[in-house]
């Protein structure tokens, strides 16, 4: 160790069972490389996971995330076709500041430096990453909602989906599903109709976050 | 969590329904009697000396006539700042009161804040000592290195200011860089260039 910090997740949702970690991506391996500290815990390949036996995915829970919200909900719904009953763990950074009425679903993750001042809403498969904070009070945060870093959301409701890039300040805002914000967006009192890709609270590009990934 | 300091243990009152407000609120009620009241209701609330009093907004104007509102009403009114348990400051950092430090704030070095500042979340204080004088606004992910802030200092998102030198009550975009810079004029600046000779007193920039 080069000082005394230690990173470490705390888990929700957790049956117990040996974690499988499915897709290759950063996020995924950073968070092995935190977990395998902690917990009995593998991180295969969607390909890999496709090979394994019926006895090996009954008797495992799961853990994916990936900015690309498209390719997180692919190996999500092959693992719920192999295992109808899969567990999906959550996970919040011990190095994370989150209020204490703040609640999650599953498979979520809150990164290390993530802050939640308020008592919000994450539902099941959202993703808030290093540096970003859910401010001031509470904010809704529904499924598969990714936050990149160094973002600030205040008083919000994100749809299902929603996609916010870096640097982006959010305040007031409702969004619809799949909508996405390239970095640097400023959003102030809106309320969206429609889908696609966002510069501020301008459509730049009808293609929503599961069309176009644009990290 | 928040550390309570300049703090005489009476019941806290958080004047002004704000989303600042709202947020010490919720990191304090499960420790100590507080409550968030409008000013209308300060304004009319009869037993004004068996509190003590903090005041949290964007809008500088606001804040500032929040604070001069209770040190009309009260006398010698007592306000708590607040400081996260999560922020990483030098030890020889020191604040004023009616002062805020968010979460994961960081002072490398002896940093002075004056009375009624918000250092908003993520900011840093870099290398030296840096000076900022009462009811300074600094945005999150902002960098402050060797600087001396005026009195009412807005500072926006994201901003990177070194060794520059305010003038009270100058408001800087979301955005702003600037370097070895020591302004002559108040006003509403984005970099160094002047777009506005509004300052956060009469033009906020919050909306």
Known sequence: ?215 | MFNIHNDNLKPILLVGKTAWNMEVYNGINHLRDVRVISVEEFVQLEDKKNYQYFTGGTDTSFRKMVVEKIEELVENANFVSFVSASAQLHPEFKIGKNSLVCSFVASAGPTIIGDHCIISHFCHFGHVKSILGDYCFIGPYTSIVDCNLAKGTWCGHNCRFLRANTKEWSQYYMNSKTLNKTFEVSGTYKNNKLLDPGTCLTHSLKD
């Open chain 1, 1 to 215: 160790m080069l000082n005394k910090s230690k990173l470490s997740y705390t888990t929700h949702h957790d049956n117990g069972y040996p974690v499988c970690l499915v897709g290759n991506t950063e996020l995924n391996k950073e968070v092995y490389n935190v977990l395998k500290n902690q917990k009995d815990c593998k991180l295969m390949s969607i390909e890999e996971f496709n090979l394994m036996s019926q006895d090996f995915i009954d008797s495992h829970q799961y853990f994916t995330a990936s900015g690309n919200t498209a390719f997180k909900l692919e190996i999500i719904n092959t693992i719920k076709s192999k295992n109808k009953q899969a567990n999906f763990i959550s996970l919040v950074s011990d190095n994370a500041v989150v209020h204490q009425e703040a609640t999650v679903g599953k498979g979520t993750l809150i990164c290390p430096t993530a802050y939640i001042g308020g008592p919000s809403e994450l539902k099941d498969f959202v993703i808030i990453q290093h540096f970003s904070q859910i401010g001031h009070s509470k904010s809704t945060l529904n499924d598969h909602v990714y936050v990149s870093p160094m973002s600030t959301v205040v008083n919000c409701n994100l749809a299902e989906g929603s996609w916010i890039g870096m640097y982006n300040n959010f305040a007031y805002v409702e969004t619809v599903p799949f909508q996405q914000f390239v970095m640097y967006s400023r959003v102030l009192k809106q309320k969206f109709i429609k889908s696609g890709t966002y510069k501020h609270d301008k459509l730049i590009d009808k293609r929503n976050c599961l069309q176009h990934y644009i990290a």
